[in-house]
Every structure is written in structure tokens, then in C-alpha cells.
């Protein structure tokens, strides 16, 4: 546990939008920004935030699917953005994702066979005949039946893609996987289903595992540490059970009272929870971005954007009044 | 359960199993095939059917139907039913050529565009600019520029169908280009040629078959109206749009010289239009059964 | 309660036909909505759910639909047998719709204050300027600041959940009585969720209307729901007040459905789920056992030999299970079960 797996150093990713007209001019849109962040071997890292706070680009910047407009990522201590193609070819075994959607993550014109031995062909991992076994091992592994393999995804279900998603991610025996909602578009019981099977398969092969899901019980349930982030910010980091005793942040707070959970307490007729609207990610606000819907926010945190600081032992939060916060809810 | 089932399969054989699969599940688009193939089946069997479409006979100008011509003979005493079955050898070889064409250079400049960014947005303003002359325009301009022949109305009508494939195929690539399963190929070690034969053509491949039935209609019209210009093709060769170019003369004593081919030229386009309209239709994700095609 | 419900679902059944088969979408769904109440269909795709809504709607296709037996009385008034004019009064009238996804219920080339009044014109014979009036009131309603500029924006100009909020106005507009809600903030963050359920809670409670709630999300019903229906493969498993049927769970789906959630607490942490194996059944014959059986926990040979009729299983709660007892007994320990005893 001790040892580093993943760096971020001052990651960002900016997106030019409205441009590519002849008139219009483009605007700079930070879909991540300045994030640092250490993810240890063998540790579950959630990762939560609503729709457009940047999880999802910075799954997809450590996966290396993009790059990054600023800072560096590490991974196992190499910089392999700054590598030559083939040796970022040759370290991409060692991590995988997971997605969302079972169906579009997988070819719909592919069999199940032939989408799980693409890997094991891609990195010529043995002879044809190594692969046709490992294939079946692999599915197998994941809770599949032989004659699932000979099917096309549509002919499968939800539950049974994923399986597939997450064969094919575990097939080069990576050493990191990038779960990007890998629970939300499926139902209850086939939920657990997943979680179950990637509980299991990070306890026999070790992984190290990023899990990102806006169901704050799902992370919860699963994570070591959690990060939030807001307008492509990580505003607080936590170990889990501090973070879902009560975050330090607000936002951490407004994301934990608002989350509909199936206990009495949580019944609050008639009072809403959640205050305002999330700001444009085009024309955020000035200083802490969550200013604006903020109860406890003050001139300070107009002028000053509040960096990642230490709050208590391994807790670190982006708010200038933590403490305070703590203190007034006490 | 064996090897073969691992390895990538062809391109080919898969496309062949996943056509008959479609076939079986749509029956008008097999219907309209089934047409087509027939009407093929007549150009390519031409010399069998009918008598020499060439034959001139001054002394059997403009007769009307008999038992030795079935649909009479034209103002030079040609049978006008060998010259019909024959035409149908012009318009059918003008019209899949210039479809095939139009798809195997449409779809390798689409990518291009649909991948390079710069290159890309060069590659769209060409485009642009070629889809602000009118096509038929275009290719009577190409054709005069070129020397007489079937192949030269061929190239002259697929150079204007070009900017419509490419672009379809672009929106198309940068459609592919945002899915899951693109990002999940990346992610698995799946770069260069084997990505876009893979996972990119495949999966634009329904609409590039829709719009490429669209191409063979309209170079179908083309031809016609080129032939009817006497442009590109010499009169000698039989054609539907020639023929109604010569019919033009006798057109108030003897209509049905301008109906026969018209009729035939309506019937083939309409049945290209109806397969690629199905088409569309049976390959539209939303309509159809997710996955097949 | 001694006034007579405002909706009563008589032995509902459903059976889509195809060139394939049939298929028994709903089997004898019978069930009622009191004036006021929200009442709340839980259960996984392809349950029923949303096809009991489209039928009270009348919104499904004619052809290869047909109901073999049942009632659906609003206001005392058979809508199966009702025509087709009568619907459409009905129909965003004294019923109002929220789906999924907002954007389909909007034309993209009209304002949104355009769109709500000309609903309010059509089910209420208004001037325009009338009606106009009355859009800006709505979205006051649902709380969308600067209401009066916000009628001018066109449905791509809003956020996720403005665009809720427009469609619950859109709904609401000419005073429905019942209000039916198709998963209305699945799509939605949480924060936007907890504001649109508050919401539609708030609401109801000014105007007094009722509230179908359909979810596949035991949370939001536990946030707002007064009563529970839980359906599976078409049947209603059980039912009743929120507080009984979460306290008491008498049914082994809902036990099920229960015992598959994360559960928050260190003892909880990283610990194997329930699975509930297996799949839905095959719907294209009629089951005449328990359609649950093959995947309960609970499950006995009687449970794979006759129908469980829904029986009483508390004060107002009714459960389709002749394990009901053993099924309580088990959950006594399950953490939300003992949050709500």
C-alpha cells in the first residue's frame, strides 16, 4: 500500500469550444484543472462529482486516451506522454478501463469471442491456441458460460457486457483499472452482480483500482479514499469513512444530504436541500468555484481560489473555512 | 470453439455472413436485390435476348410493333427492343461503377478528413466548394474535356458524387470516433490500420451503403442526360438517354420511341431509390433491432 | 380516506403481440391512487412499470396491444373504453406527464413559454395573452428565477434540470389531478434530483394533486413516496405504505432488492453484495406460480406449484408471498429494515 502507482502533478486538460467557425472565437473550457493527486498500489480511489465536473476527463486522462494541456502523470514513475508511441503501446497493458455503457463500449459487429482475444492479439500474448484458451479462461473467470462467446453483444445482456467489458479489461493482466460508472446503467440486483465480480477479481490479481460513479453508496461502499470534484476541481480527498461520516468541504456536504438514500431519516418533505445552479464550466466563478451556491461563503473566497491543504491526517480540502464550517455544524 | 473462431477473422467473410443475416431479417431491401440482379441478368445476357441493336434498315424506318420487332423500329430502322435491352448494359455498368467508385474513394478521403485535423478541415472546404457546382453541370463539363467513351462518362459523373460520400463518411468518422468501444480499443492496445478496419469501417458501413444507392441513382439519371446531350458516349453505343434523344424528332407521330426507355430509365432508378430508401430504413438503429448492421 | 380514490386499476392485463410471440407485459395489475397521496411503481426494467403509466395514458400503439381483462376508473370514468377526444382532454388536461428525458417532450423550434401556453390555450379555451400569463406563473412555480425572461429561451438553452423543471410546469400548467412521473430524475445529479423531488412534493401538497412516482431507485421512493408498489415480471409483488413495507419487507424481491444495496458503515465496507441470481423470466406464457421463485432466497416447493395471491401483510400492506412471515423474520437484522422498525 505504501508504494506510488499513479502521480497527477499539476494535471490539466482545456478543451477549445464555439470555435472552428469562421466568426466565432474559441473559448477556453477547463474541464480539469490542476489536479494533483497520488494513487497508491492496491487502493480503491473513488472518484465522485456530478455530470460535468471533470471525472470522466481525468479517467480519460490517466487511461492516456488524451493528453493532458498541463502538469505531468506518473505512472509506475514514467511520464508516458513523454515517451516515444511504441513504449506508451507497450505500457498500456498495464492499465484498462471499464465504461459506462456496456453495450457502446463494446463493437456491436464483434462476438464476444472475438472482442475479448483483440487484446491478446494486439500484444501477441502466445499462439492462436494460447489464446483461444485463455479466452475462455478469462470469460470464465468473469462468470461467463462458453456459449455466451459465440454471441454478438446485442444478443446479450446488460449485466452479461459488462462481464465482457470488464474480461477484456482484465485480459493483458493489467496492474490499474479505470471503472467510469461501471454500475449506473444497470439495474439493482445486476449492480451487485459487478461490484461483486470487481471486488473479486482486485483481490486475486492485486489491482489497483479508480473507481468513478456519481452513486455516492456505490463509492462508498467500495473505496479506500474518495476524491469529490466540482468544475474540474478535486475540492476534497479523503479516506472514506471520514469523508461519508460528513465532509469537511460544503459541497461534500450539499452532495451527502442531497443523495436520496432509503432510510426514514432521509425523508425531508418539503425543504429543498440543494441550492442554485451549477455555473457554466465556461464562465465559472471567480476564486472557489463553489462560491455561489455556497451558505458559508465570504469575501475571501471571491478574491482567492482555495488550494488542496491538509485538513486532518490523510484528509486534504480546497476550502479557506473548513474549520469554521466544522466548527458552526458542531 | 477452436482456433479459427480466435483469429481475426477476414473482413470479407464477415461482411459476407453478417449480408446474409441482414437479407433474412429485411425482406423488401432482398426484394429489390433480387430486381436489380435481374435486371443485370438482361444487360449481361444482352446478345442472347434480343437481335444486333446496330442493324440499321432504312427501308424499315418507324414500324410499328410486329413479331420480328417486338417494339417496332426507330428512325433509322433499328429495333428498338434490342436497342432498350442493350441500353440497359450502359445505364446498369455507368451506374454501379460510378457507385463504387464514388464509395471506395469517398470512403478513403472521408477517413482521411474524419481523422486528420488540419488535413481534414482543408479536405471539407475542396469539398465545399465542389458541391457548390451542380453535379450534372460538373460532369457534362468533365465529359467534353475527355475523349469519347463509357469510361470517360464514368469519371466525369463520379467526380461530382465525391463531396457527398465524403461527407456523409466524415460525419460518420467523427460520430465512431466519441464511442465507448473506440476509447475500450485504444485502451487495449488497438492503433493504426487495424482500428479503422476493425471497429471504424464496419460501423459507418450501413449509411456509406445507403448513400452509395443514392450515387448509383443519380449517375444512373446522369448518364441519361449526358447521352441525351450526346455528350461522353457515341451515339453508336445504345443507350437509354440516347435513344430518347433520338426519339425527340418523331416525338408527335411516334410517342412511345420516348416511353419505352423513359419507362425503363423510371423503373430502374425508382427500385435503386426504394432499395436505398429500405435501406436506411432496415439499417437506422432506432428503427431496426439494435446491433444487426 | 373514506372518499373515493381518484384512480382504481381494476385487474389490469396486457399482452403485447408480435410476429414472434406474445408477450404478458402486465398480468391482473390492480391497485389505487388516493387524492393527494404519491404513490410510487418500483422496480428493475422491463417490470411493468412504466407500461402500467402508458396504459393509464392510453399511449401505447393500438396494434399489437391488447388487454385481456380489466378497469382503469379515473374519477369514476372507465379510460379503456373512453374515446379518443375524451383521452386527449384528459391527456395533459387533468393528467399530467414528466418523463426521462425532458427533451422529448419539447418541439426544439419553439420557447418553452410558447410550448406551455399553448397546452394551457388547448385544454382551456384561453386568449394567448391569457395563457402566456399563466406560463409565467408556472415557471414561478417551479421555481425558475427570472421567470419572465426564461419563457423566451428555446428547451437547448436550459440546463438538465430547467428543462425538469419547464416540463413539470408544462404539466402542471392546467391543474392536473393526477400527476404521472416516468423516472423524472434519473437523468439528473443528485443535488438537481433532491430539488426536483422536494419539488414535486411541495407541489402536490399547494395543489393538492396526486402523484404516480415511477423509479427504479428505492431511495428517491423512501425519500418522498407515501405508499410503495413493487413489480416484477408484470405483477404487483407487494404493496403498501412506505413505512410498512420497508419496516416489514414481506416479499423475497423486495428482500432482494433490499439486501443487493451498498449499505453505508465500516462493517458494511468492501463485504460481497446479495446477488439475486439468475434472470427475469420469459414472459411469453402465462406463470402460474410465483414469478419470483426461480431466483428467491425463500423460495419452497409450494412457492413453484401455485399463483401467491396478493394477501395482507400488515395494517395496509399487502404482499404476494406465501413465505411473507419467513421473509419478514430474515430481514429483521437488514440495516434499512431495522432503520424504519
Same mark, same amino acid.
Given at each position: 500500500?505504501?508504494?506510488?502507482?499513479?502521480?497527477?502533478?499539476?494535471?490539466?486538460?482545456?478543451?477549445?469550444?464555439?470555435?472552428?467557425?469562421?466568426?466565432?472565437?474559441?473559448? *477556453?473550457?477547463?474541464?480539469?484543472?490542476?489536479? $494533483?493527486?497520488?494513487?497508491?498500489?492496491?487502493? &480503491?480511489?473513488?472518484?465522485?462529482?456530478?455530470?460535468?465536473?471533470?471525472?470522466?476527463?481525468?479517467?480519460?486522462?490517466?487511461?492516456?486516451?488524451?493528453?493532458?494541456? &498541463?502538469?505531468?502523470?506518473?505512472?509506475?514513475?514514467?511520464?508516458?506522454?513523454?515517451?516515444?508511441? $511504441?513504449?506508451?503501446?507497450?505500457?498500456?497493458?498495464?492499465?484498462?478501463?471499464?465504461?459506462?455503457?456496456?453495450?457502446?463500449?463494446? $463493437?456491436?459487429?464483434? &462476438?464476444?469471442?472475438?472482442?475479448?482475444?483483440?487484446? %491478446?492479439?494486439?500484444?501477441?500474448?502466445?499462439?492462436?491456441?494460447?489464446?483461444?484458451?485463455?479466452?475462455?479462461?478469462?470469460?470464465?473467470?468473469?462468470?461467463?458460460? *462458453?456459449?455466451?462467446?459465440?454471441?454478438?453483444?446485442?444478443?446479450?445482456?446488460?449485466?452479461?457486457?459488462?462481464?465482457?467489458?470488464?474480461?477484456?479489461?482484465?485480459?493483458?493482466?493489467?496492474?490499474?483499472?479505470?471503472?467510469?460508472?461501471?454500475?449506473?446503467?444497470?439495474?439493482?440486483?445486476?449492480?451487485?452482480?459487478?461490484?461483486?465480480?470487481?471486488?473479486?477479481?482486485?483481490?486475486?490479481?492485486?489491482?489497483?483500482?479508480?473507481?468513478?460513479?456519481?452513486?455516492?453508496?456505490?463509492?462508498?461502499?467500495?473505496?479506500?479514499?474518495?476524491?469529490?470534484?466540482?468544475?474540474?476541481?478535486?475540492?476534497?480527498?479523503? *479516506?472514506?469513512?471520514?469523508?461519508?461520516?460528513?465532509?469537511?468541504?460544503?459541497?461534500?456536504?450539499?452532495?451527502?444530504?442531497?443523495?436520496?438514500?432509503?432510510?426514514?431519516?432521509?425523508?425531508?418533505?418539503?425543504?429543498?436541500?440543494?441550492?442554485?445552479?451549477?455555473?457554466?464550466? %465556461?464562465?465559472? *466563478?471567480?476564486?472557489?468555484?463553489?462560491?455561489?451556491?455556497?451558505?458559508?461563503?465570504?469575501?475571501?473566497? &471571491?478574491?482567492?481560489?482555495?488550494?488542496?491543504?491538509?485538513?486532518?491526517?490523510?484528509?486534504?480540502?480546497?476550502?479557506?473555512?473548513?474549520?469554521?464550517?466544522?466548527?458552526?455544524?458542531? | 470453439?477452436?482456433?479459427?473462431?480466435?483469429?481475426?477473422?477476414?473482413?470479407?467473410?464477415?461482411?459476407?455472413?453478417?449480408?446474409?443475416?441482414?437479407? /433474412?431479417?429485411? /425482406?423488401? @431491401?432482398?426484394?429489390?436485390?433480387?430486381?436489380?440482379?435481374?435486371?443485370?441478368?438482361?444487360?449481361?445476357?444482352?446478345?442472347?435476348?434480343?437481335?444486333?441493336?446496330?442493324?440499321?434498315?432504312?427501308?424499315?424506318?418507324?414500324?410499328?410493333?410486329?413479331?420480328?420487332?417486338?417494339?417496332?423500329?426507330?428512325?433509322?430502322?433499328?429495333?428498338?427492343?434490342?436497342?432498350?435491352?442493350?441500353?440497359?448494359?450502359?445505364?446498369?455498368?455507368?451506374?454501379?461503377?460510378?457507385?463504387?467508385?464514388?464509395?471506395?474513394?469517398?470512403?478513403?478521403?472521408?477517413?482521411?478528413?474524419?481523422?486528420?485535423?488540419?488535413?481534414?478541415?482543408?479536405?471539407?472546404?475542396?469539398?465545399?466548394?465542389?458541391?457548390?457546382?451542380?453535379?450534372?453541370?460538373?460532369?457534362?463539363?468533365?465529359?467534353?474535356?475527355?475523349?469519347?467513351?463509357?469510361?470517360?462518362?464514368?469519371?466525369?459523373?463520379?467526380?461530382?458524387?465525391?463531396?457527398?460520400?465524403?461527407?456523409?463518411?466524415?460525419?460518420?468518422?467523427?460520430?465512431?470516433?466519441?464511442?465507448?468501444?473506440?476509447?475500450?480499443?485504444?485502451?487495449?492496445?488497438?492503433?493504426?490500420?487495424?482500428?479503422?478496419? /476493425?471497429?471504424?469501417?464496419?460501423?459507418?458501413?450501413?449509411? @456509406?451503403? @445507403?448513400?452509395?444507392?443514392?450515387?448509383?441513382?443519380?449517375?444512373?439519371?446522369?448518364?441519361?442526360?449526358?447521352?441525351?446531350?450526346?455528350?461522353?458516349?457515341?451515339?453508336?453505343?445504345?443507350?437509354?438517354?440516347?435513344?430518347?434523344?433520338?426519339?425527340?424528332?418523331?416525338?408527335?407521330?411516334?410517342?412511345?420511341?420516348?416511353?419505352?426507355?423513359?419507362?425503363?430509365?423510371?423503373?430502374?432508378?425508382?427500385?435503386?431509390?426504394?432499395?436505398?430508401?429500405?435501406?436506411?430504413?432496415?439499417?437506422?438503429?432506432?428503427?431496426?433491432?439494435?446491433?444487426?448492421? | 380516506?373514506?372518499?373515493?380514490?381518484?384512480?382504481?386499476?381494476?385487474?389490469?392485463?396486457?399482452?403485447?403481440?408480435?410476429?414472434?410471440?406474445?408477450?404478458?407485459?402486465?398480468?391482473?395489475?390492480?391497485?389505487?391512487? !388516493?387524492?393527494?397521496?404519491?404513490?410510487?411503481?418500483?422496480?428493475?426494467?422491463?417490470?411493468?412499470?412504466?407500461?402500467?403509466?402508458?396504459?393509464?395514458?392510453?399511449?401505447? +400503439?393500438?396494434?399489437?396491444?391488447?388487454?385481456?381483462?380489466?378497469?382503469?376508473?379515473?374519477?369514476?370514468?372507465?379510460?379503456?373504453?373512453?374515446?379518443?377526444?375524451?383521452?386527449?382532454?384528459?391527456?395533459?388536461?387533468?393528467?399530467?406527464?414528466?418523463?426521462?428525458?425532458?427533451?422529448?417532450?419539447?418541439?426544439?423550434?419553439?420557447?418553452?413559454?410558447?410550448?406551455?401556453? !399553448?397546452?394551457?390555450?388547448?385544454?382551456?379555451?384561453?386568449?394567448?395573452?391569457?395563457?402566456?400569463?399563466?406560463?409565467?406563473?408556472?415557471?414561478?412555480?417551479?421555481?425558475?428565477?427570472?421567470?419572465?425572461?426564461?419563457?423566451?429561451?428555446?428547451?437547448?438553452?436550459?440546463?438538465?434540470?430547467?428543462?425538469?423543471?419547464?416540463?413539470?410546469?408544462?404539466?402542471?400548467?392546467?391543474?392536473?389531478?393526477?400527476?404521472?412521473?416516468?423516472?423524472?430524475?434519473?437523468?439528473?445529479?443528485?443535488?438537481?434530483?433532491?430539488?426536483?423531488?422536494?419539488?414535486?412534493?411541495?407541489?402536490?401538497?399547494?395543489?393538492?394533486?396526486?402523484?404516480?412516482?415511477?423509479?427504479?431507485?428505492?431511495?428517491?421512493?423512501?425519500?418522498?413516496?407515501?405508499?410503495?408498489?413493487?413489480?416484477?415480471?408484470?405483477?404487483? =409483488?407487494?404493496?403498501?405504505?412506505?413505512?410498512?413495507?420497508?419496516?416489514?419487507?414481506?416479499?423475497?424481491?423486495?428482500?432482494?432488492?433490499?439486501?443487493?444495496?451498498?449499505? +453505508?458503515?465500516?462493517?458494511?465496507?468492501?463485504?460481497?453484495?446479495?446477488?439475486?441470481?439468475?434472470? =427475469?423470466?420469459?414472459?411469453?406464457?402465462?406463470?402460474?406460480?410465483?414469478?419470483?421463485?426461480?431466483?428467491?432466497?425463500?423460495? !419452497?416447493?409450494?412457492?413453484?406449484?401455485?399463483? +401467491?395471491?396478493?394477501?395482507?401483510?400488515?395494517?395496509?400492506?399487502?404482499?404476494?408471498?406465501?413465505?411473507?412471515?419467513?421473509?419478514?423474520?430474515?430481514?429483521?437484522?437488514?440495516?434499512?429494515?431495522?432503520?424504519?422498525?
Amino acid at each position: 500500500m505504501s508504494e506510488i502507482h499513479v502521480a497527477l502533478e499539476g494535471v490539466g486538460k482545456t478543451y477549445h469550444v464555439g470555435g472552428g467557425g469562421m466568426f466565432a472565437k474559441a473559448r *477556453p473550457l477547463y474541464a480539469v484543472d490542476d489536479v $494533483n493527486l497520488t494513487v497508491m498500489r492496491g487502493e &480503491t480511489l473513488g472518484l465522485v462529482g456530478e455530470s460535468g465536473c471533470g471525472k470522466s476527463t481525468l479517467s480519460r486522462l490517466i487511461m492516456h486516451l488524451e493528453r493532458p494541456s &498541463t502538469g505531468r502523470i506518473a505512472f509506475e514513475g514514467t511520464d508516458l506522454n513523454a515517451v516515444p508511441a $511504441n513504449a506508451l503501446h507497450a505500457a498500456r497493458q498495464k492499465f484498462q478501463m471499464v465504461f459506462q455503457d456496456p453495450y457502446a463500449s463494446l $463493437n456491436a459487429r464483434m &462476438t464476444a469471442r472475438r472482442i475479448l482475444a483483440e487484446a %491478446l492479439i494486439n500484444y501477441r500474448v502466445g499462439s492462436r491456441a494460447a489464446i483461444a484458451a485463455r479466452v475462455e479462461e478469462i470469460a470464465a473467470v468473469c462468470g461467463l458460460q *462458453p456459449y455466451h462467446l459465440d454471441k454478438y453483444p446485442h444478443e446479450l445482456s446488460g449485466g452479461q457486457c459488462q462481464r465482457i467489458g470488464l474480461a477484456r479489461a482484465i485480459a493483458l493482466e493489467p496492474t490499474l483499472i479505470v471503472a467510469d460508472e461501471p454500475v449506473s446503467a444497470l439495474d439493482v440486483s445486476i449492480q451487485a452482480q459487478i461490484i461483486n465480480l470487481i471486488l473479486d477479481l482486485q483481490r486475486q490479481m492485486g489491482l489497483t483500482l479508480i473507481f468513478v460513479s456519481h452513486d455516492l453508496s456505490v463509492v462508498a461502499h467500495i473505496a479506500d479514499r474518495v476524491a469529490v470534484m466540482y468544475l474540474g476541481r478535486i475540492i476534497e480527498l479523503a *479516506p472514506v469513512f471520514d469523508l461519508f461520516a460528513g465532509g469537511a468541504h460544503p459541497y461534500t456536504q450539499m452532495l451527502l444530504a442531497a443523495a436520496p438514500r432509503p432510510v426514514p431519516s432521509a425523508r425531508r418533505r418539503g425543504q429543498a436541500v440543494a441550492a442554485g445552479e451549477l455555473p457554466s464550466p %465556461l464562465d465559472p *466563478p471567480s476564486g472557489c468555484h463553489f462560491r455561489p451556491r455556497c451558505p458559508f461563503a465570504r469575501e475571501r473566497c &471571491t478574491r482567492e481560489r482555495p488550494a488542496l491543504r491538509p485538513y486532518r491526517d490523510g484528509h486534504t480540502v480546497a476550502c479557506h473555512f473548513a474549520e469554521d464550517i466544522a466548527a458552526e455544524r458542531t | 470453439m477452436s482456433e479459427i473462431a480466435v483469429a481475426p477473422r477476414p473482413l470479407l467473410v464477415d461482411l459476407l455472413a453478417l449480408a446474409l443475416r441482414f437479407l /433474412r431479417a429485411h /425482406r423488401e @431491401v432482398s426484394v429489390m436485390l433480387a430486381l436489380i440482379a435481374l435486371m443485370a441478368l438482361v444487360g449481361i445476357l444482352a446478345p442472347l435476348l434480343a437481335p444486333d441493336p446496330a442493324a440499321i434498315n432504312p427501308a424499315n424506318r418507324l414500324k410499328p410493333p410486329s413479331a420480328e420487332h417486338w417494339l417496332g423500329t426507330d428512325h433509322l430502322g433499328r429495333d428498338v427492343y434490342a436497342r432498350l435491352v442493350f441500353g440497359t448494359r450502359t445505364s446498369m455498368s455507368v451506374g454501379f461503377s460510378v457507385a463504387a467508385a464514388t464509395t471506395l474513394i469517398g470512403v478513403v478521403i472521408g477517413l482521411y478528413a474524419g481523422f486528420a485535423r488540419r488535413g481534414g478541415a482543408i479536405v471539407m472546404r475542396i469539398n465545399d466548394a465542389m458541391m457548390s457546382i451542380p453535379a450534372v453541370l460538373l460532369a457534362i463539363a468533365l465529359a467534353s474535356l475527355m475523349s469519347q467513351g463509357l469510361t470517360a462518362v464514368i469519371v466525369a459523373i463520379t467526380i461530382p458524387e465525391i463531396p457527398r460520400m465524403v461527407r456523409v463518411v466524415r460525419a460518420l468518422v467523427l460520430g465512431v470516433r466519441q464511442q465507448p468501444y473506440i476509447a475500450a480499443a485504444v485502451s487495449i492496445g488497438t492503433r493504426g490500420v487495424p482500428l479503422v478496419m /476493425r471497429h471504424v469501417i464496419p460501423n459507418t458501413l450501413g449509411p @456509406v451503403l @445507403v448513400q452509395a444507392t443514392y450515387a448509383c441513382a443519380s449517375a444512373i439519371i446522369a448518364s441519361a442526360v449526358l447521352a441525351f446531350l450526346g455528350v461522353g458516349t457515341s451515339p453508336d453505343v445504345p443507350s437509354w438517354g440516347g435513344m430518347m434523344a433520338d426519339a425527340r424528332r418523331q416525338f408527335r407521330l411516334h410517342p412511345d420511341l420516348m416511353l419505352y426507355p423513359g419507362l425503363a430509365l423510371s423503373a430502374l432508378v425508382l427500385i435503386v431509390n426504394i432499395l436505398g430508401d429500405r435501406l436506411s430504413d432496415a439499417m437506422d438503429p432506432r428503427k431496426a433491432r439494435r446491433g444487426i448492421l | 380516506m373514506s372518499a373515493p380514490p381518484l384512480l382504481k386499476v381494476e385487474n389490469l392485463s396486457l399482452r403485447f403481440t408480435g410476429k414472434t410471440g406474445s408477450l404478458h407485459a402486465l398480468s391482473d395489475v390492480s391497485f389505487h391512487v !388516493e387524492k393527494g397521496e404519491i404513490l410510487s411503481f418500483v422496480g428493475e426494467s422491463g417490470c411493468g412499470k412504466s407500461v402500467t403509466a402508458m396504459s393509464i395514458l392510453r399511449l401505447l +400503439p393500438r396494434s399489437g396491444v391488447s388487454y385481456p381483462t380489466g378497469r382503469i376508473l379515473f374519477d369514476g370514468a372507465d379510460l379503456r373504453t373512453a374515446s379518443e377526444r375524451q383521452m386527449q382532454r384528459i391527456r395533459g388536461g387533468r393528467i399530467g406527464m414528466i418523463f426521462q428525458d425532458p427533451m422529448t417532450s419539447f418541439t426544439p423550434v419553439h420557447t418553452v413559454g410558447m410550448q406551455i401556453a !399553448e397546452t394551457v390555450a388547448q385544454h382551456r379555451g384561453v386568449s394567448h395573452g391569457q395563457a402566456l400569463k399563466r406560463a409565467r406563473q408556472m415557471l414561478d412555480l417551479v421555481r425558475i428565477p427570472d421567470a419572465a425572461r426564461r419563457l423566451g429561451a428555446y428547451p437547448h438553452e436550459l440546463s438538465g434540470g430547467m428543462r425538469q423543471r419547464v416540463m413539470i410546469a408544462m404539466a402542471l400548467a392546467c391543474d392536473p389531478e393526477l400527476l404521472i412521473a416516468d423516472e423524472p430524475t434519473t437523468a439528473l445529479d443528485v443535488t438537481v434530483q433532491a430539488e426536483i423531488l422536494a419539488l414535486i412534493d411541495d407541489l402536490r401538497r399547494e395543489l393538492g394533486m396526486s402523484v404516480i412516482l415511477i423509479t427504479h431507485d428505492l431511495g428517491v421512493v423512501a425519500q418522498v413516496a407515501d405508499r410503495v408498489m413493487v413489480m416484477y415480471a408484470g405483477r404487483i =409483488v407487494e404493496e403498501g405504505c412506505i413505512e410498512d413495507v420497508l419496516a416489514r419487507p414481506s416479499h423475497g424481491y423486495t428482500a432482494g432488492l433490499l439486501t443487493a444495496l451498498p449499505l +453505508p458503515g465500516p462493517h458494511n465496507h468492501r463485504t460481497r453484495l446479495a446477488e439475486i441470481p439468475g434472470a =427475469v423470466p420469459r414472459l411469453d406464457r402465462e406463470i402460474d406460480a410465483c414469478v419470483y421463485a426461480e431466483r428467491c432466497a425463500f423460495a !419452497e416447493a409450494r412457492c413453484r406449484s401455485g399463483l +401467491p395471491s396478493l394477501a395482507p401483510a400488515g395494517a395496509s400492506h399487502r404482499a404476494a408471498c406465501v413465505r411473507a412471515d419467513a421473509v419478514a423474520a430474515a430481514m429483521a437484522g437488514n440495516d434499512i429494515v431495522r432503520a424504519w422498525a
